[in-house]
């Protein structure tokens, strides 16, 4: 990303109201985890009461809810026992005289038990199945949303008589699992909602009676810290009402002037220099919720990327991290690209600090080339992504710079492994160096240190055949027997090096 720097979006959110419901995002036993009607609950933790999330909601709205269950008492936790099972459902509330109907157009509630996750088999890009339930339930729920689909478990309607609570969701969630909801609806009149959580009943009146006992359930991790969320030292997790379901955003770009950075889900430390902070409010909170909707979890994405340009290019998803972080996963969701070839949809699972070319993309000379990356954000999944148009060659070039650092650092190790401690550092690679990416984050790229070595260059990056649509480009990757030979190639440049500087001390 030589001398480039990234573009703000300028996108908006639209205001639709949805209710977030993860925190606390573990859950220890059974009470209220948010509720929007006026009035308050006695906090386990403090035997305080804490004051609800007052809200109405009247036409549009959503509902996110994601949590884990670890119960306090540990003879629940599974291993030779039954694991306890924890009902967790969002309760529709109408306080007025008239009934009132919701209805659902789309949605879904996994637990990690319905919808796995095997991160040895989804890490990189893959193309997505129809029915994609191994992506954990994060992904799961967020893809029937990304599809506009409603889980056939789910009502599509839902009548709430005057006066009274009915259950619009719940599910069985054991002990030490995850589970995550997403749904979208409309009402024709005024209510409101809250999220409750019961141990081992799935009893419509048994879930409502823990609403009308006003304890809210324990886990509550972030109650001796609140000025350090108001001050924005700590983020906690939302239990609140955020405005916003959907973000879009458009913007153009002449590639022949350049490659295109955009940020994707930036926050206020993650906008790449932008200052383009893609974070919609709460209209109201718990007072141990994060003060705004971070995550933007469940939020739909639709970025229009209007390119000029002509030739092979990668459109490529980053998620840039500070030096000295450890590496851990950063995305785990499935995203939409439309091009003027078609739809498609690609799993990806991504590591901190990676780049990973999500689709190939063949522009046409002289005319607009229209993009649209679309993504409902997974709760399995850190904010503040960079979106990158760039040519081939650019990221075929950052591959094999990896390759090659990679390399040289295996040899370090080996001759570290056995006690022969290297005098000077690796050879130099025979590579162009890539200058770092300017942005309000500095990204770690370890640089090698040039030495004289008797070492042949290594052998140039040849591209192979392009592949499927969706898998990362044959381009950017080096046949096993090249990186065998390049191996090679730094332990004898190691041992050359080695060897003369013993014939010099020998002097």
């Known amino acids: 990303m030589a001398g480039q720097r990234a573009r703000p979006l300028n996108g908006s959110f639209n205001n639709v109201p949805v209710l977030h419901s993860n925190q606390p995002e573990i859950v220890k ?6 509720n929007t009607s006026p009035g308050s609950a006695i906090a386990a933790e403090t035997n305080q009461p804490l004051k609800n999330a007052t809200f109405t909601f009247n036409g549009e709205f959503g509902v996110h809810m994601h949590h884990k269950y670890y119960p306090q008492d540990s003879s629940k936790l599974g291993g030779r026992r039954a694991r306890g ?3 967790v459902a969002a309760i529709a509330i109408n306080p007025g005289s008239t009934p009132v109907t919701l209805r659902f157009k789309k949605g879904s509630v996994k637990n990690s038990f319905e919808a796995p996750y095997h991160p040895n088999k989804l890490m990189g890009v893959k193309p997505l199945g129809p029915r994609p339930w191994n992506t954990g339930p994060g992904d799961a729920t967020a893809v029937q949303i ?9 009502s599509s309607k839902v009548i709430i008589p005057p006066n009274s609570r009915k259950v619009i969701v719940s599910t069985v969630l054991p002990a030490r699992g995850i589970m995550n909801g997403l749904l979208r609806g409309t009402s024709d009149g005024p209510f409101e909602m809250a999220v409750i959580a019961a141990e081992e009943t799935q009893d419509e009146q048994a879930l409502i009676a823990v609403l009308d006992r006003g304890k809210l359930a324990p886990g509550r991790i972030y109650l001796n810290r609140i000025r350090e969320i108001q001050s924005g030292q700590v983020f906690s997790r939302v239990a609140g009402v955020a405005l916003g379901d959907e973000y879009k955003a458009s913007i153009q770009h002449d590639l022949s002037q350049g490659s295109l950075h955009v940020p994707l889900t930036s926050t206020r430390k993650h906008h790449f220099g932008t200052r383009d902070i893609q974070v919609n409010q709460l209209s109201t909170r718990m007072l141990d919720s994060a003060v705004n909707n971070v995550g933007t979890y469940g939020v739909r994405f639709d970025v229009d990327l209007n390119l000029a340009g002509q030739g092979a290019h990668e459109l490529v998803l980053s998620h840039p991290v500070a030096s000295g972080r450890s590496q851990f996963t950063a995305f785990r969701g499935s995203i939409g690209i439309k091009t003027d070839k078609g739809y498609q949809e690609v799993h990806v699972g991504m590591r901190s600090g990676q780049s990973l070319s999500i689709a190939d993309l063949d522009l ?3 005319k607009n080339n229209p993009v649209t990356v679309s993504v409902v954000y ?3 999944a850190t904010p503040g992504h960079l979106l990158s148009v760039v040519p081939v060659t650019q990221l075929a070039m950052l591959r094999q710079r990896e390759q090659m650092l990679e390399a040289a650092r295996r ?8 006690k022969v401690k290297p005098s000077v550092a690796p050879p130099a690679v025979n590579a162009k160096p890539v200058p770092e990416v300017r942005t309000a984050t500095p990204v770690a790229r370890p640089a090698p240190q040039p030495v004289r ?7 140039p990056l040849i591209a ?3 592949g499927g649509p969706s898998v990362m480009p044959p381009a950017m990757i080096m046949p096993s027997r090249v990186n065998e030979s390049l191996e090679q190639r730094y332990r004898d440049a190691i041992r050359a090096q080695q060897e003369w500087l013993r014939r010099l001390q020998g002097r």
């Open 29 to 34: 036993g059974p009470g209220i985890l948010v």
């Open 85 to 87: 099972l924890l009902t």
């Open 146 to 154: 990304l599809r506009g689909e409603l889980d056939r478990k789910l």
């Open 364 to 366: 046409k000379g002289g």
């Open 378 to 380: 997974p709760a399995d």
């Open 411 to 418: 040899a370090q190790a080996e001759a570290k492994a056995r």
């Open 453 to 459: 070595t008797m070492a042949p260059p290594p052998p």
């Open 464 to 466: 192979a055949p392009r």
